[in-house]
């Protein structure tokens, strides 16, 4: 035994980090075996290899590096992951919750240590500043059953930050009173300072994030610069005196708009943290931990004991109040008082301000009962956090479920068909399909590679393949299926119209012909043709700059076009994309198209901030033309001819947006349409091509330029 145990603590970096990795395998697996949240298990394993259990591992500089960073990517991906709009609509809901999750704990904790402790008044306002904050440790629960912008999950994390604040406010202040820059003089200039770095940030981020996303498309580097600008964030933070967590928190609020949730840079984001960093840290606090201490008498029990009953008391309170004041389910009150109880590493910080503060000569504010009666109370609110969380997720999913079921309409059926041809658009045009799809159907993509039939076939289709396997990888990336096929046809409409049968595809979505002095036409050879050959939605996109760097999406919408099968659809669409882009979107149209609309936003996705403007005629269109800007997307519901919405006004569509809309991003939308078209049938009252103009269209410009 005494040989073995001269092997230990390992010094080698390679095996310290292969035991970590190994903890970070097993735990989950352990864990679920026993029915308890993993996170559980990364903090118990803490505790057993550490210094204060069986000695394997020593708490390093890698711990404090990596555990560092963990804390940080918590916070991160909790802004990064916020709905933006729901918090601005419930500002109030927040103030309030911060407040009480902060002063209650607070209050009630300062009183035990008074009264029953027999702490000093100041050692007392201490502990009460370290149960008034939390650490976010059970937020990979969260992201794990995918709750991350219920709002319960929302008012918990914006609560955290603020009462983070306010105590890392209070304990300067405690700290400031013990050395020589007390006075009013320091805290302007820490305000001032504070109230510097948000506008610097809220002002150059995004700059510099816009710049960076539109030139660059390379997956490694989008990653790094992200992760560049958090570390910068967090680093400036402390600079002004206020902790990195805050630094990374309001990072991840000002990229939240430009990191869709759905995209593949969230999800590498999401993985690395889950993966690694975040794990570390929670090892890392767990090795903080001696259980040890339990064991030296009476008084430690007792003041363990109290500190974690009165903090965790606090925080109950504080979510249970809120929530009944709300009138939220009792779901989301669990939900709030299991993410706000936890501490971690931050109270650690917090107690080690404290020992560094002289009370007298010898004397310094915290002893070490307090230190460790904070470490073991650590360890027991993470247990409370993790299992409450757990229990209340698990209940919101199954409420939701419910009202799912309850609310269920007819069922869907979407599947959506990619038409590829170019590598240049073909990532975006997956990436608007991840956008617009209905992740709670989680149903997979098709994407199609048609052909054209003739001496060059052999190599168009080894191209179509490798396009193909590109973006099968880029949709494995965020866990999305697709099925692929390069398709040889002697007609590229007919060749698209067949794999859309044969998929059984509710629509279809795909890149804008791309004009040549060949084919000058606007739709190309065959999209006219396969628009009036198949009556469900077809998406047209022309992109001119990345989808995640769009600020508003302007939608053109033809009266009458509520009186069409399809309005629901494409409407789904826009508001969908909408929301994971997190931009503004304004409807102009008619107000008897506009009032449906607004009450199908409102019901279905209260959180898009759509705006509705009235467009008396389709002859304004050109008008739009200059609220259009580069980071837009203008989008235009079409119609085919025939149907209840189509115009002659719509004739003149493609001449327009050539003449008017030329650089910008576009996007024309041709929805369901009743009834299917048979290629086989042929009558004599239905035409089967049609010209993009027709002979009146000619005359009338030949008159029009001779008139000149």
Known sequence: MTLLTAYFPIQSPTLIFCVVLLIILFAPIIMGKLRIPHIIGMVLAGVLIGEHGLNILTRDSSFELFGKVGLLYIMFLAGLEMDLESVKKNSRRFLFFGLLTCMIPLLLTYIMAMWLLDYSSTASFLLGCIMASNTLIAYPIISRYGLQRNSSVMLSVGSSMLSLFMALLMLA???????????????????????????????????????????????????????????????????????GIVGAFIAGLILNRYIPHVSPLMNRIEFIGNALFIPYFLIGVGMLINVGSLFEGRRMLTVVALIAFFGTFGKAVAAYLSSLLFRLPKSAGHMMFGLTCAHAAGAIA????????????????????????????????????????????????????????????????????????????????????????????????????????????????????????????????????????????????????????????????????????????FWGDFIQSLYNGLNRQIVLTRFVQPLNTLRRIQVVVPSRAEFEPGFHRWLERLARMAS???????????????????????????????????????????????????????????????????????????????????????????????????????????????EESSIYDTILQWINKHKK
């Not at 580097?221 to 570390?231: E, G, K, N, S, Y």
């Not at 990888?473 to 007609?491: F, G, H, K, Y």
């Open 173 to 243: 202040a405690l700290a400031a009173a013990y050395g020589e820059d007390v006075g009013f003089g320091f805290w302007i200039l820490f305000l001032l300072k504070f109230i510097i770095f948000c506008a610097v940030s809220i002002w150059l981020i995004p700059k510099m994030t816009r710049y960076f996303l539109r030139r660059y498309s390379d997956a490694v580097m989008q990653f790094i610069f992200v992760l560049a600008v958090m570390f910068l964030s967090a680093a400036c933070s402390e600079a002004v005196g206020v902790e």
């Open 350 to 521: 917090m107690v080690m301000v404290g020992m560094r503060l002289e009370v007298s000569p010898g004397v310094y504010l915290v002893n070490n009962e307090m230190l460790n009666g904070v470490v073991i109370m650590i360890l027991i609110t993470c247990i409370i956090s993790t299992l409450m969380t757990e229990k209340a997720a698990q209940q919101i999913i199954l409420s939701n479920n419910e009202q799912l079921a309850a609310n269920s309409q007819q069922e869907d059926d979407e599947k959506i068909l990619l038409c590829v041809k170019y590598p240049e658009i073909a990532p975006q045009l997956l990436e608007l399909a991840i956008m617009v799809r209905n992740q709670q159907l989680n149903r997979g993509l098709v994407a199609l590679n048609v052909v054209y039939d003739d001496n060059n076939a052999a190599k168009h289709r080894e191209q179509g393949l490798q396009l193909l396997e590109t973006l099968q990888q880029r949709a494995s990336s965020v866990e999305v299926m697709m099925q692929t096929q390069v398709r040889l046809a002697t007609n590229i409409a007919n060749g698209i119209k067949h794999a859309f049968r044969e998929f059984g595809a509710s629509e279809i979505i795909m890149g804008m012909h791309v004009h040549t002095e060949i084919n000058p036409k």
């Open 580 to 690: 994971n882009l997190d931009c503004r979107i304004q409807f102009h149209g008619r107000e008897e198209s506009l009032q449906l609309i607004r009450e199908y936003i409102n019901l279905q996705h209260s959180s898009v901030r759509a705006e509705y403007t009235y467009m008396a005629h389709w002859n304004e269109l050109p008008r739009l033309a200059e609220q259009i800007s580069e980071d837009h997307m203008f989008v235009v519901i079409t119609a085919r001819k025939g149907t209840i919405s189509y115009k002659t006004a719509l004739d003149r569509l493609p001449n327009e947006l050539q003449e008017h809309f030329a650089g910008k991003n576009l996007m024309i939308i041709f929805p369901d349409q009743y009834g299917e078209q048979k290629e086989e049938s042929m009558t004599f009252t239905a035409a089967q091509h049609q």
